[in-house]
């Protein structure tokens, strides 16, 4: 850590002091032989798990052949292939087309790109609580202002934001059903206060927010949204960079929903944990960008593209999507029983294995609990489980575990964190009988 300190600037952040000697499954080995359980997934990168035995093969086979070379100088067939099979995965019958790129910040800033070429229009509509990544058109999109934004501004313009359909904290403190869905006709009352629907190239949502919470919306959200897009013809493009490649229990979050984007932008758990990212679009609206106007000089590197095609085929055979789903299932039961014990919880929330606890200081005043939240991050850590929060409030425990993970590691970790409510908020009796 003194090492650390000293060569590396304090903006990278670390959740945990764990600096890792090996890794394998769900699992991580530090420097002084500890074992972790790992429910970070390196922020929802290992949906495979760690170096999965097909993958490590893949890569150690790629590595006897070449390494980089530049698609846009010598391509290469398992650029090809990835793209071949994201365009077969992704929503929708229509002829689609994709690009590789390097991290989920770099896809959204072409995503932007591309619907800007295709619709002739520079405007973009996101929503509270979104995080689309660093760099600056990506800070643009993203919500949250400390730590991301604050003392990096400008940003470049042409943005707009909406409230997203975070039910439990409602802009418009209405309860679904009831509410009609006001969130979702924000975006028309947007054309008359923000911005004309003329000048507006895309609106842009993560299916389940990510860094903002995993939030889910209601299954009428997407389909109203995409709706009023079409009317438009404004693109919808689906950050699906978190809650992409299994993670929900579908390829694609956006699928629970019906909807079919114009572009969906993937990466994370793409690469099965080495660097790539995509976009993956309508063939027409991907082509929109002239030749030589997209690109970069690491983009769907060799390796990466190897892992890539070995990552899918392992959540393919080992049926990761139903896996998802029973995770996500083996935690809502738990986290369900946890409401009723601690006041502490005020939502449990999830889709498939993207699940998530929402921490408040009491449930009527749903006042955020970001201290508490750390205490149990803090716990777990302690006790052998790395996990890490999310939330505009900082108050929420996501689960963001391999989908290789074993019953027995699960349960072991959901152990570790009900100890941890335990030790920062003990149960409350007359909850837990009033409940029972
Ligand atoms: C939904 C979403 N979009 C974009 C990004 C940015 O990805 P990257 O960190 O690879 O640039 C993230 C990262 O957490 C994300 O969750």
Not at 2 to 12: I, M, Q, S
Not at 78 to 87: D, H, M, Q
Not at 261 to 286: E, F
Request: net charge neutral; glycine share 10%.
């Amino acid at each position: 850590m003194a090492r650390r300190e000293a060569a590396v600037p304090l903006g990278p952040y670390h959740a945990t002091p764990v600096f890792a000697a090996r890794s394998e499954g769900a699992t991580i080995e530090d420097v002084d032989g500890n074992r972790f359980l790992d429910f970070a997934g390196g922020i929802g990168c290992l949906n495979t798990g760690h170096r999965p035995p097909e993958v490590d093969s893949a890569i150690r086979a790629q590595l006897e052949k070449y390494l980089h070379l530049c698609f846009s100088v010598t391509p290469y067939e398992g650029y090809v292939a990835v793209a071949e099979k994201l365009n077969a995965l992704a929503p929708g019958k229509f002829a689609k087309k994709t690009l590789l790129v390097n991290s989920g910040a770099e896809a959204l800033e072409n995503a932007v790109k591309i619907a800007r070429a295709f619709t002739k229009r520079p405007a973009a509509i996101v929503f509270n609580d979104a995080f689309h990544g660093r760099t600056m058109m990506t800070l643009a999109l993203t919500s949250k202002t400390h730590p991301y934004k604050a003392g990096f501004e400008p940003f470049p313009g042409d943005v707009y934001r909406i409230p997203y359909a975070y039910c439990y904290r409602c802009s418009y403190n209405l309860t679904y059903p009831a509410c009609k869905l006001a969130c979702a006709h924000a975006l028309e009352d947007a054309f008359k206060r923000l911005v004309a629907p003329e000048s507006v190239a895309a609106v842009i949502a993560e299916p389940v927010l990510g860094e903002g919470g995993f939030v889910v919306p209601p299954k009428e959200f997407y389909p109203a949204i995409s709706e009023i897009c079409r009317k438009h013809g404004i693109l919808f493009i689906a950050d699906e960079v978190q809650s992409g490649i299994a993670r929900t229990g579908k390829y694609f979050a956006i699928e629970h929903y019906g909807v079919e984007p114009d572009i969906i932008t993937s990466a994370k758990s793409l690469g099965g944990g080495l660097p790539l990212a995509a976009v993956t679009g309508r063939a027409d609206v991907m082509d929109a960008a002239g030749v030589g106007g997209l690109g970069g000089t690491f983009g769907g590197n060799p390796l990466s593209c190897a892992s890539a095609l070995a990552a899918l085929d392992v959540i393919e055979k080992e049926g990761l999507l139903a896996r998802s789903v029973h995770l996500g299932r083996k935690f809502s039961e738990r986290a369900n029983f946890w409401h009723q014990q601690f006041a502490v919880i005020g939502d449990v929330r999830g889709l498939g294995g993207m699940c998530a606890i929402e921490l408040v200081q009491d449930r009527s005043s749903r006042q955020p609990n970001p201290e508490a939240t750390k205490k149990i991050a803090q716990y777990c850590y302690e006790h052998g489980l790395v996990t890490i929060t999310a939330g505009t409030y900082g108050n929420v425990m996501r689960i963001l575990v391999p989908l290789v993970v074993s019953d027995e590691q699960f349960e072991e970790g959901l152990d570790v964190l009900e100890a941890a409510l335990v030790s920062a908020a003990a149960p409350r009796k007359e909850l837990a009988t009033s409940n029972a």
